[in-house]
């Protein structure tokens, strides 16, 4: 009987024992942790411009052709110009279709290029004002030496079409190397096919491995034609320029089909506020004066024997193949 009264007490105990722990275990605490609450930092934001800004005073920004700066012109203007006024040139060399496109987003204040439909479009946009042509000279087509198509002295569309069709019928060392930048020269190129008859994309560009195109400026393209033997349209001035490092000859030259025009157009400040309307006018000026005028018809003398390019004047471009104004100064808007 003592034992049966033993095991009940021991089974009693533990019960109280196992429902302490029970309860302990499911019981939160009475006090929780302090919880820190985060003390907010202050962020300091840099607002963003949503136009560029204004370009400097002092500073005139120029996109041109490559053929203009390959040449080295623009690096003798540059100097003179620099030294004269104080004001600091900066240029951009480029096709003339990549320079137009800089000029529209407001990345340069002029334009210096050689393509009269695009300079057109430009204008007709509102993008340029003031626009005058400067100087001038001609196109060339060259090749190597043995002219394996045998265009020399042809007229340029009877010499396109003869590249042509000797390159698609597969004539060993017949090939056309083309800019293919949109530039002037390229654009000039184009239009030579098209005079000739051709849809240029359609039976040229796209015809054959006779025809390649480049990519690049006129430095580069007349090398690589140089390196493969092939026929390639060039402004004068940079053929010259060239001449020395190239297997390559004037072919064809001085046709009125290869007149090559150079205009000066400043960049309207309505379509883009921050452009130096200002420098750019004045800049315009300087290339219109006696001074301007002679620095760009000497150019290239010393060197090769002959200007590479001519500076143009009011009674020479009245006339019709210029079609374009190249007298009486620029004042701001």
Known sequence: MNSLKTSYLWVLVLSVMIMGILSAGCTSPSTSPATMTPTATPVTTTAIPTTPAPHDPNALLIATTTSLYDTGLLNQIQNIYQNETGVTVKITSQGTGQAIQLAQRGDADLLLVHSPSQEQTFINNGYGINQRCFAYNYFVIVGPASDPAGVVNMTPTAAFTKIRAMGLNGTPGVYFASRGDQSGTNTAEINLWTKAGFNFTNNVSNSGPWYLSVGKGMGDTLTFAGQKGAYTLSDEGTFLAYKSKLNLVILIQNNSQLLNRYSAIAVNPAK?????????????????????????????????????FNPLIPDACSASQFNCTCGGNVTPV
Do not use: C, H, M
């Open 272 to 308: 883009n506020p921050n452009v130096n309307i200002v420098q750019a006018d004045r800049f315009i000026n300087w290339l219109l004066s006696p001074e301007g005028r002679t620095v760009v018809g000497t150019y290239g003398v010393a060197n090769y024997g002959k200007p590479l």
